[in-house]
């Protein structure tokens, strides 16, 4: 089965960047559509952003122009670049893969954006 591994996370000042990772533990799986959620301190999963295997993208209109999604299919990577971050960024960031029947989650990565 395939498994989803974040990295990148960590403590950033407020108007800070980071760049999220998520590798597929297999190669060659194809993912139709893969996206980040998060998760902050006693609140439910929310997503944050979504691209498709063609390049199709969505995000939540909080990030929307600060965060960017993108994805190399070769390699079956997906990154979110986060900039001018924001302390209501702070949350755990979770990898999410559709495959057309299942979801796969990563187990996140967390973000802490504090001055």
């Known amino acids: 089965q395939v498994q989803l591994v974040e990295s990148g996370g960590g403590v950033v000042q407020p108007g800070g960047s980071l760049r999220l990772s998520c590798e597929a533990s297999?190669?060659?799986?194809?993912?139709?559509?893969m996206g980040w959620y998060r998760q902050a301190p006693g609140k439910g999963r929310d997503w944050v952003a979504f691209m498709t295997s063609d390049g199709l993208t969505q995000y939540e209109d909080s990030v929307n122009g600060r965060f960017t999604i993108s994805r190399d299919n070769a390699n079956n990577m997906l990154y979110l670049q986060m900039d001018d971050l924001r302390p209501e960024d702070t949350a755990d960031y979770l990898c999410?893969?559709?495959?057309?029947?299942?979801?796969?989650w990563g187990k996140g990565t967390p973000v802490t954006v504090s001055s």
């Open positions: 999410w893969g559709f495959d057309g029947g299942t979801q796969t």
């Open positions: 297999v190669t060659d799986y194809r993912f139709y559509k």
